[in-house]
Every structure is written in structure tokens, then in C-alpha cells.
């Protein structure tokens, strides 16, 4: 059985609490802090489709809300603040499930400031990074400058990327992981653009994209969990 927890914690000092909600499966075997992206909450279809196929795979999730998501505000915080967010939801995981191990990560720039947090000082707990669709330059305007600092983070990360995804070139993306150390699992879903939304015509469904990515994320957490232990 699979229980839903909503909580509060604080986020900075400056921006007081924000909202969370904690999926945890009655066989849940890890725990992933979920960020969501820069123009949708923690409550997006997508963050909760994806919070819930983990869950079926024994995966618990912690979504949470920036504080600019929180008060409302359409504009993302500084990114100190983004940052100090991913921070305070990683130790909020640890305290409130400490047996499972921590992983981190989220949709689009809420995986980028959880790899931007790690790079600059090691996330206490976390044995990797997972981005569902990690957002490496602006749409129409393809550069890896948003990925330097990917080679600092030190430990194993998952990109699940989409062919059709125009905030990550892929032409970009391999070159750029392939100097990262350890080398980083790419895992490419075709015919997905940044959303994870496939055309008609690729003869699959949102649905099975989505049982895709949760697969590759759960047998790539089971390979870091069997590595380091």
C-alpha cells in the first residue's frame, strides 16, 4: 500500500517553508527527491504520473516547491535560493525515511539545481543524480555552457533525454558526458520531446514512455545501490 504524506519544511531562511509531499510504497527499497521544473509545481500531471510509476516499482518519492513556486510567483528565485532548496529537501528526505538510500534529482531545472548544488558541495547521503530531461541551453539556442559544471559532481548520474527534447541537443549532450567522470548513464527515448510527449505517429503512447523511463530509472538506481554497497 502506498502512503501519500503532504509536510512543510524550510527552504531558507529568507523564504521560510515550502510544501512537500512524500509517496512511500509499502516495499519501497529508495527514496528520490524530486524537483520539478521552472514553469510547473511539484502537482504537474507529469511530476505526479512519474511520482506514481515509481511508486509501483517500489521507489518513494519527495516532491517539494520552490519558494517562488510557493508564493505564487511565476519567475524563479536566484539561484542561491533555488539551490539551498534542493539542499534543505535532501536533509528533509534523509530524516524522514533514513533506512533507504537517497537519490536526487528532477524534471528539467529542478534537476539542474540539484546537479548545480552537488557540484559546488557533496549532497550529504545521495549516491546519484537522475534528470528527467535535464535542460542544457534555451530552446532555439544550442550550447553545453549550462553542463560545465556536470564534471564536478563526482559521482553516478542518469539523463533520460528525448530525441525531440529542444532544450537538450543531443549532438550536444554525448560530447559533454563523455569527459564526466564517472561516466553517466544516457538513456535516450525516441521520439520524446522535453515533456516526455510523443507524436501519434511513433506508435506509442505518453503511457509507455513514461513506463520506460521509470524502468531505466529504477535499474539504474539498483546498479549505483549494488556498486557502492
Avoid at 44 to 70: I, K
Avoid at 79 to 95: G, K, N
Amino acid at each position: 500500500m502506498t502512503r501519500t504524506r503532504e509536510l512543510r519544511f524550510v527552504a531558507t531562511e529568507r523564504a521560510g517553508e515550502v510544501s512537500g509531499i512524500l509517496l512511500q510504497p509499502g516495499s519501497a527499497r529508495f527514496l528520490y527527491v524530486f524537483g520539478h521544473g521552472a514553469g510547473a509545481g511539484m502537482r504537474h500531471p507529469f511530476m505526479e504520473a512519474a511520482a506514481e510509476g515509481l511508486a509501483a516499482r517500489g521507489v518513494a518519492t519527495l516532491r517539494y516547491h520552490f519558494p517562488y513556486m510557493e508564493a505564487g510567483r511565476r519567475g524563479p528565485n536566484p539561484r542561491p535560493a533555488l539551490v539551498a532548496t534542493v539542499r534543505a529537501a535532501v536533509v528533509e528526505a534523509a530524516r524522514l525515511l533514513p533506512d533507504l538510500p537517497l537519490f536526487a534529482g528532477g524534471k528539467s531545472m529542478g534537476g539542474r539545481m540539484t546537479s548545480v548544488a552537488a557540484a559546488e558541495e557533496p549532497l550529504a547521503g545521495v549516491r546519484g543524480l537522475a534528470f528527467f530531461g535535464f535542460p542544457l541551453h534555451a530552446a532555439g539556442r544550442p550550447s553545453a555552457d549550462r553542463g560545465g559544471h556536470l564534471a564536478d559532481v563526482g559521482f553516478p548520474m542518469l539523463f533520460l533525454q528525448g530525441t525531440r527534447d529542444n532544450l537538450a541537443d543531443l549532438d550536444l549532450v554525448r560530447p559533454l558526458l563523455s569527459n564526466v567522470r564517472p561516466a553517466p548513464t544516457l538513456h535516450v527515448v525516441d521520439g520524446a520531446d522535453h515533456g516526455f510527449h510523443v507524436l501519434k505517429r511513433s506508435g506509442r503512447s505518453d503511457e509507455e514512455v513514461l513506463d520506460e523511463i521509470c524502468d531505466a530509472f529504477v535499474q539504474w538506481a539498483e546498479k549505483v545501490a549494488e556498486t557502492i554497497d
